[in-house]
């Protein structure tokens, strides 16, 4: 297992090359450059990056769930595990493990950050409660998984990465424009849930489509 | 549970289908333990089709595979613990260094022979801290039997692993699968387009073609046995009854040769009672000869 994970850090360099990019930059960026916000600058530089930091996350989760499964099929290596005896479900592990544990410390990172930033604001400079805002953050989080379950499984389906990095870039978007076109054309979801309810849509998209992927993966005999 | 008495191989009504193609048509072989089994066929004949829905790495359309007595579409992981598998296009990940392959296949396999795998490295002249994607054809082809039989399996498949490669890479290959063989009581499997290189590791043949077995015997059996027949007719005659047995048959003018398997003396009078023939003589085939027969017979009652 051990060697099945080293494997997949290995040839996920590229992505998770871009997921230490963007925890990191979005709080140098914030660092560096002063924003007049009417935020003391610790505060700022916390909540203002962990934002940043959220659209990192999506950018990175797309990039990792979408490139998880389909490189290895795109330059065939995964025709070399297949013959090896690691059953389909550790190898899938595996690559469950690298994705979700990636998905877990980008958003635990920048929510550890908003909340960070919250504490250290003064009550006077806070646009909302902190459960609000804490609320608001971790809505955002929802928008890297639907990337990451959109791209896990078109990357088990595709035998190339950039069909699945595209579709899991683009759900989100789609999920967002349609709901705001039903709440403006229909009604529903009225403005006051449109937020929540787009956060709900792509997390629940998410989930289903990490497990839809799962299923297809482990459903199919060929590499 | 495994069962160790089973054979190495035992394919029942193994079919696969691509669309309306049968690649594989209703197959079955067995193969028991301790054989080297060469598989001959022509392009397109399913040879490595057949291997790819053994090793579990294509799904079976009908049929079964049992592979050491495991059932791959069931338990593919138990099979691939005792089975080392050498393709004829080699995926080792690029990026690794042998030694890295090495440590990683190694992880895989409890059974692995550090001291064989280091006699291989030297063997075959390995360079342990080159990449894979800088090695050679000839190279990639000898780090991916090492990879294959240094876990010391009880079945060695190898799928055209020659092909394209130097004569004497292959001479290297072949000497690290004679090693194998060598080493107790090994089962191999190999497919090759090489009737040489057949010729010269198996004991037993078969000959796949479209997708069906035409032949499956003993290499020693199936070379006695098997006789060109050249047949002068007479004049303005034309061949009545084919002997039984007869595997391919051709008439020049009055010359009427045939192939037939399981020759007997008895076969040259029969001949020259129910056929008009004036003289009958018998030769010795080649495998090369006989295999070329095996398939232009198939074609000709395709």
């Known amino acids: ?223 | 549970m495994i069962d160790q008495s089973a054979p190495a191989i035992d394919l029942q009504g193994l079919t696969k289908r691509y669309g309306k193609t049968t690649a594989v048509a209703d197959l079955n072989l067995t193969i028991p333990r301790g054989t080297t089994f060469g598989l001959l066929g022509p392009n397109g004949a399913g040879k490595s089709t057949t291997i790819k829905m053994l090793m579990g790495m294509l799904s079976i359309d009908a049929g079964r595979a049992i592979v050491l007595g495991v059932n791959v579409a069931e338990s593919p992981s138990d099979m691939k613990q005792r089975v080392g598998y050498v393709p004829e296009l080699h995926y080792i990940y690029r990026w690794m260094r042998v030694a890295e392959a090495i440590t990683f296949v190694k992880s895989f396999y409890p059974t692995w022979n550090d001291e064989l795998c280091d006699e291989l490295l030297d063997l075959f002249d390995l360079p342990s801290s080159k990449k894979v994607g800088k090695l050679s054809k000839g190279m990639v082809a000898k780090l991916s039997l090492l990879l294959a039989i240094s876990h010391e399996p009880e079945l060695l498949v190898l799928d055209e692993p020659m092909s394209g490669l130097d004569p004497l890479v292959r001479e290297e290959f072949l000497d690290g699968v004679l090693k194998t063989i060598c080493r107790g009581d090994r089962t191999v499997l190999f497919s090759s387009h090489s009737i040489d290189d057949v010729q010269r590791l198996a004991d037993h043949v078969g000959i796949l073609f479209r997708g069906k077995l035409l032949v499956n015997r003993p290499l020693d059996d199936l070379l006695g046995s098997t006789k060109r027949l050249r047949a002068v007719l007479r004049d303005g005659c034309l061949p009545q009854q084919l002997p039984a047995g007869t595997i391919w048959q051709h008439v020049q003018r009055r010359e009427w040769s045939l192939t037939v398997e399981r020759f007997s003396e008895d076969l040259i009078s029969k001949l020259q009672s129910e056929n008009s023939v004036e003289a009958v003589d018998v030769t010795d085939l080649s495998l090369e000869e006989l295999f070329k027969d095996y398939v232009k017979g198939a074609r000709q009652s395709a």
């Open chain 1, 1 to 223: 297992m051990n060697a099945l994970f080293w494997k997949d850090v290995r040839i996920n360099r590229f992505p998770l090359i871009v997921v230490a990019v963007f925890l990191i930059v979005p709080y140098a960026i914030m660092a560096a450059i002063p924003f007049e916000t009417g935020m003391s600058y610790w505060p700022r530089l916390f909540i203002q990056g962990s934002a940043f930091g959220f659209a990192g996350c999506y950018i990175s989760l797309a990039l990792l769930g979408g490139c998880i499964i389909a490189t290895e099929r795109a330059d065939r290596s995964a025709e070399f595990l297949a013959y090896l005896p690691p059953s389909k479900r550790q190898i899938l592990t595996s690559k469950g493990i690298l994705l979700v544990g990636t998905a877990v410390v980008m958003t635990g990172w920048n929510l550890t950050a908003t909340a960070l930033g919250l504490a250290l604001m003064d009550p006077s400079e806070m646009p909302g409660t902190s459960a609000e805002m804490m609320g608001a953050m971790a809505g955002f989080a929802t928008i890297g998984i639907a990337a990451a379950g959109t791209g896990w499984f078109a990357s088990s389906m595709f035998a190339s990465t950039g069909g699945p990095v595209g579709l899991a870039l683009l759900l989100p978007i789609v999920i967002s424009i349609m709901l705001s076109a039903s709440s403006s054309l229909l009604g529903w979801p009225n403005e006051d849930w449109l937020q929540h309810a787009i956060f709900i849509a792509c997390g629940t998209l998410g989930v289903t489509l990490f497990i839809l992927g799962c299923v297809n993966y482990l459903r199919r005999v060929e590499p």
